[in-house]
């Protein structure tokens, strides 16, 4: 069965750096488009980058944009998500995602980010 595994979250300085990390399995995952999302307490899961399968085309949500990297190894069927200059907004858990067959989105359990001092 499909299944995200996300790690690399934790505590991190405003400014700082984290790379999360999402392994996939159950699915051929060099060809799917795989997705990180967000959730911030209280507020509503909002989709933050996603690279498309096949190519190296990525798309970023406004607020991340010149921050935060997407980038993916099929070799180890494994998408990363690589923040830069960290803002006490971006605490929220992270969610990998991707859509399977029939329209089927497939969601990891997440992992939380926070920027604090």
């Known amino acids: 069965q499909v299944q995200l595994v996300e790690s690399g979250g934790g505590l991190v300085q405003p400014g700082g750096s984290l790379r999360l990390s999402c392994t996939a399995s159950?699915?051929?995952?060099?060809?799917?488009?795989m997705s990180w999302y967000r959730q911030a307490p209280g507020k509503e899961r909002e989709l933050v980058a996603t690279?498309?399968?096949?190519?190296?085309?990525?798309n970023f949500a406004d607020s991340v944009k010149g921050r935060f990297a997407i980038y993916r190894d099929n070799t180890k069927n494994t998408v990363y998500l690589q923040m830069n200059s960290v803002k006490p907004e971006d605490t929220a858990v992270y969610y990998c995602?991707?859509?399977?067959?029939?329209?089927?989105?497939?969601w990891g359990k997440g992992t939380l980010v926070t920027v604090s001092s």
């Open positions: 690279i498309i399968s096949g190519s190296s085309f990525t």
């Open positions: 159950g699915f051929t995952f060099s060809s799917k488009t």
């Open positions: 995602k991707t859509r399977g067959d029939y329209g089927i989105d497939y």
